[in-house]
């Protein structure tokens, strides 16, 4: 099974990704997923259900399409079907600076723990990790960077703005 | 020259330490070939035809003589005696051993220097004029918003796997001699009436499969938007290029499907988020970067040195050598110098361990200790008292530097071609070889002026041949060596006022053995009709490529 990394912990993954409303198969602990286009026909319906329900965002999704449910949902999950397919990375950046999503925004698909710092600085806080990597050793990775140049999310104040307030101490 | 702090080395030692353990894990089998790729290319590591090749950071060209004496001496430690530089103003070793190559990056750290992003699909290193804040027509020093950039981009952590390399290059002159139109963004600095500093962004242009001059999308940037509005730029880029074609996935492509006016408006509606939050460049972060690149203790002299003037009369050698090598300067009494890397019997823009050191000193010596690289993979010492120019030109002599042809024909822009990447169709270095033999008479060389000549070993125009006044390109041809030969590129505005331009190709292509015979005779129908002092590139824009072809293949019909 493979595992998910969140809040510095590695628990298996038992999310399950619906592909309709109807779907019920999820295991009892486990998140529902559903694609973007599943989740905009059948929102109304997938709202009532107990679980809750994360939405899943391909790289050629547009986030503003989910504008008006940041509020409802707790997880959006985002695919990178290659590791050198970058679009996630803005898409995360949207949803939570421009959209200011404050849910659990999760990788999954080719993550390699060489990609966990940026999906970090960009937003991710939950990543999956695929069969046959190791996770526990990919923690070491979230700190392959003592600080970092830009405006981030978890970071929003860049170093050219944060040694200027040293310097004016 | 921009001093790290502690916060800058630390990164980079962050970098070594990091890319060290991706090293390990490769060799250990813990990661695959594919999933190590990237993570190479990113510290500027290819493999090669015969062996790997490091390509080192020369952040807008500019090193100190102690970066000089280290790059010296990886040449000499992990190398075979040589560095190669490059259009990028980079330089790459061709012979390292992978797993040597985390000890050459620790060892780059101690002089502040780095591979990082030199490859791989992410933004590359950022060029700018060698001549950056000396050059006599500069308007704005570029330096400062170069290094403001360089920072920028250094592990952007949201445009580290874009859909294709992204490259930048800034120009503060009238005269581009960054060739900012054929770069995914070039940045034109000027003053405002009042004296603030503001941009024109160009984007979209570049070389490769599909050549294209690239567009202007925003006037009048003030300077403080410069990194928000490009985050804007790479956020378009790097959601909505392609992404199924490496060959249609560059930024041109997608400025071009879109229009430059539709991409431009995609970017403002992003830029507006941006252009106000965090991003902006504070002054105060200016002023410290600034001051970093403020102007050498220069003496004071009232104009021209006497001396210099009577060494130029009594010695034409030296003469013709600062008609070409040396470059106005803004100080009276001043001059930059090129030392040329482009002669017989080495590589255009190779340079030995030794040499380097020798440049290191010469530097130390007559020129604050500083050191460009050119994108015409050059050498340049910027800040030259006049009264010394004769002494450097004698050690610049005995180094075998002092070929008094830039800007001229043999001043060739090369690829390494397909005798070291593994990339090529063809080769490069003998073609370059051939042309330098057939041209070795300075006289004929002096006479035939000033003239571009670029050779590229493949398509992907590494040695930037569609914007040469004479352009080489290898081609394969049933598994063959053939070389197709374009006029009338020109690489950025000039003094003389020639926009950038593309080179159209004459025709068939030609064997290795025939390039120099061609070009001899593409240079004869030149003077032949040649209006009085009309340089090569504006005869071939008056006349166009018809005389140049008929004289070419005039035997064959």
Redesign the interface.
């Known amino acids: 099974m493979p595992k998910l990394i969140k809040n510095g912990q590695v628990l298996d993954d038992t999310s399950v990704i619906l592909t309709d409303s109807e779907g019920n198969e999820v295991h009892e602990d486990g998140d529902a997923i559903v694609p973007l286009a599943c989740w905009l026909e059948e929102r109304h319906l997938l709202k009532e259900r107990h679980t809750s329900v994360g939405v899943l965002l391909e790289g050629d999704a547009e986030p503003a399409e989910l504008k008006d449910d940041l509020d409802f949902l707790k997880l959006i999950v985002i695919n990178f079907p290659s ?5 996630g ?3 995360a ?1 949207l949803l939570r600076e ?1 959209y200011g999503f404050k849910g659990e925004l999760r990788a999954v698909g080719d993550i ?1 723990r ?2 966990l ?3 970090a ?2 937003g991710f806080d939950s990543f999956v990790i695929p069969d046959g990597k190791d996770a526990d050793a990919a923690l070491a990775s979230f700190n ?9 999310v978890d970071r ?6 944060r ?2 307030n040293q ?1 004016a101490n | 020259m921009y001093i790290y702090d502690e916060i800058d080395q630390q990164l980079i030692d962050d970098r070594v330490r990091q890319f060290r353990d991706q090293t390990n894990r490769y060799l250990a089998g813990e990661l695959s070939e594919d999933d190590f790729r990237p993570l190479r290319l990113q510290n500027g590591l290819y493999v090669q035809r015969h062996a790997p090749m490091l390509r080192v950071a020369v952040p807008y060209g500019v090193l100190n003589s102690k970066q000089v004496r280290k790059l010296a001496h990886i040449a000499r430690t992990y190398d075979r005696g040589y560095g190669h530089f490059t259009t990028r103003q980079n330089i790459q070793y061709n012979w390292p051993d992978l797993a040597k190559v985390p000890d050459i990056l620790e060892e780059l750290a101690t002089v502040q220097m780095h591979a990082i992003q030199t490859s791989g699909n992410c933004v590359r290193n950022f060029t700018a004029d060698q001549f950056a804040g000396v050059a006599a027509d500069e308007v704005i020093d570029p330096r400062p918003y170069a290094e403001i950039m360089r920072q920028w981009f250094t592990f952007h952590p949201e445009f580290a796997y874009l859909p294709r390399k992204f490259k930048m290059a800034l120009s503060g002159s009238t005269g581009d001699r960054a060739a900012i139109y054929v770069h995914d963004i070039g940045v034109q600095l000027y003053p405002a009436a009042d004296g603030t500093v503001l941009a024109d962004v160009i984007v979209g242009g570049g070389l490769g499969r599909t050549p294209i001059v690239g567009s202007v999308i925003k006037k009048g940037l003030p300077w403080f938007d410069l990194l928000t509005y490009c985050d804007a730029v790479l956020r378009v880029y790097n959601r909505f290029g392609r992404r199924d074609n490496k060959y249609k996935a560059r930024i041109k492509i997608l400025v071009k499907a879109l229009g430059p006016d539709t991409f431009g408006d995609m970017v403002d509606e992003e830029w507006k988020y941006l252009k106000d939050g965090p991003g902006r460049i504070p002054q105060a972060e200016f002023d410290r970067v600034n001051a970093h690149f403020q102007p050498k203790p220069y003496e004071s002299f009232a104009g021209n040195d006497a001396s210099f003037e009577a060494k130029k009369a009594e010695n034409p050698a030296f003469a013709r050598w600062v008609s070409r090598n040396v470059h106005p300067h803004k100080r009276a009494g001043y001059s930059a110098i090129t030392f040329s890397l482009k002669g017989l019997g080495f590589a255009p823009g190779d340079i030995t361990d030794a040499q380097l050191d020798k440049v290191a000193d010469l530097a130390d010596q007559y020129s604050f200790g500083e050191i460009r690289v050119s994108h015409e993979q050059n050498l340049i010492l910027t800040d030259v008292k006049q009264s010394d120019l004769f002494a450097l030109w004698e050690a610049a002599k005995e180094l075998k530097l002092a070929n008094p042809n830039i800007g001229l024909l043999t001043n060739m822009i090369a690829c390494p071609g397909g005798d070291f990447c593994a990339l090529a169709n063809a080769k490069s270095i003998p073609i370059a070889e051939g042309i330098a033999q057939r041209f070795e008479d300075l006289d004929y060389l002096f006479d035939i002026g000033e003239l571009d000549l670029n050779i590229s070993g493949c398509m992907n125009s590494c040695g930037h041949h569609h914007i040469g006044h004479i352009g080489i390109l290898g081609v394969d041809k049933n598994g063959s060596e053939w070389y197709q030969i374009s006029l009338g590129g020109n690489q950025g505005m000039s003094a003389k006022g020639t926009p950038t331009s593309l080179g159209k190709v004459i025709g068939p292509s030609f064997a290795q053995d025939e390039v120099p015979a061609v070009i001899e005779k593409i240079i004869q129908t030149y003077l032949a009709l040649r209006q009085d002092d009309e340089r090569f590139i504006d005869s071939v824009q008056r006349l166009g490529i018809e005389p140049f072809k008929e004289r070419v293949y005039a035997k064959a019909n």
């Open positions: 590791f050198v397919d970058g679009r990375y803005s898409i950046r421009r390699q060489d990609q710092y940026y999906l600085r960009c392959d960077f003592s600080d970092s140049y830009q405006a981030t929003p104040v860049p170093l050219f703005s040694r200027r310097s």
